[in-house]
């Protein structure tokens, strides 16, 4: 089992550019939840997917924005980007059971310039 | 959300014991307890949760205060591979939505 994983692992971007990260499930996971995590601070929740929809999300604004596919892999989409939104994202997948644990991905280092 | 206290850091003796605290005070009736770390540069890991009463894996344990306003993670004989950012987390059960704080770093002393 590959266990969760993401793409790309690095990507540099430029101020007002858009950017698509994706992550791939663990197997047998079907709700994937997205986090930003700012050096030196705890990841901060983005949304969450869960049958193709959006279920929670947290104080991010539209510009961020996500899709989740019918086998259960999901992108990040950021537009407009900020140079604060340069920040490890990582994707954690789980089953739709809060009781459960989420498995985390190692991230994809954005960095805006 | 509720919201959880941890110490920024602590430091521990490997092959010792360590006591990792975390106070909840606002701590709802549905919230679980859920501890991951997070090593260099790698995700968040799960280590263990709770309800209510004291848990064991193999990992650690968690122990958890009568009126669950606090908790700790033990790990009961400290590695090397035990140094990282360890976080304490409240989950509602009515919602997916996970809140990380700013953990606490164990350094492993050899």
């Known amino acids: 089992d590959a266990g969760v994983t993401q793409s790309p692992t690095h990507l540099i971007k430029t101020r007002g550019q858009q950017v698509t990260l994706r992550c791939s499930p663990k197997s047998g996971h079907d709700t994937v939840s997205w986090y930003q995590q700012a050096l030196g601070q705890g990841p901060q929740f983005i949304f969450q997917y869960y049958e193709e929809e959006e279920r929670q999300r947290g104080n991010f604004p539209d510009r961020f924005s996500g899709h989740q596919f019918p086998n259960y892999s999901s992108e990040l989409n950021v537009n407009a980007l900020l140079l604060g939104d340069s920040a490890l994202y990582l994707c954690?997948?789980?089953?739709?059971?809060?009781?459960?644990?989420?498995?985390f991905g190692p991230g994809t280092r954005l960095t805006v310039t | 959300d509720a919201k959880t206290t941890q110490p920024n850091s602590m430091e521990s003796n490997e092959e010792e014991p360590v006591h990792l605290p975390c106070n909840h005070s606002t701590i709802s009736g549905t919230d679980y307890i859920h501890w991951y770390r997070q090593l260099p540069s790698q995700g968040p890991e799960y280590v263990i949760h709770?309800?209510?009463s004291n848990v064991n894996n193999r990992m650690a344990s968690l122990a958890i205060a009568e009126d669950r306003k606090s908790s700790t993670l033990i790990l009961h004989r400290a590695t090397l591979r035990d140094a990282a950012v360890y976080y304490c987390?409240?989950?509602?059960?009515?919602?997916?939505?996970?809140?990380f704080g700013t953990g606490t770093k164990l350094q492993v002393i050899p």
């Open positions: 709770g309800l209510t």
């Open positions: 954690a997948s789980s089953l739709q059971d809060p009781r459960g644990e989420q498995y």
């Open positions: 987390i409240l989950r509602d059960v009515s919602y997916q939505k996970v809140t």
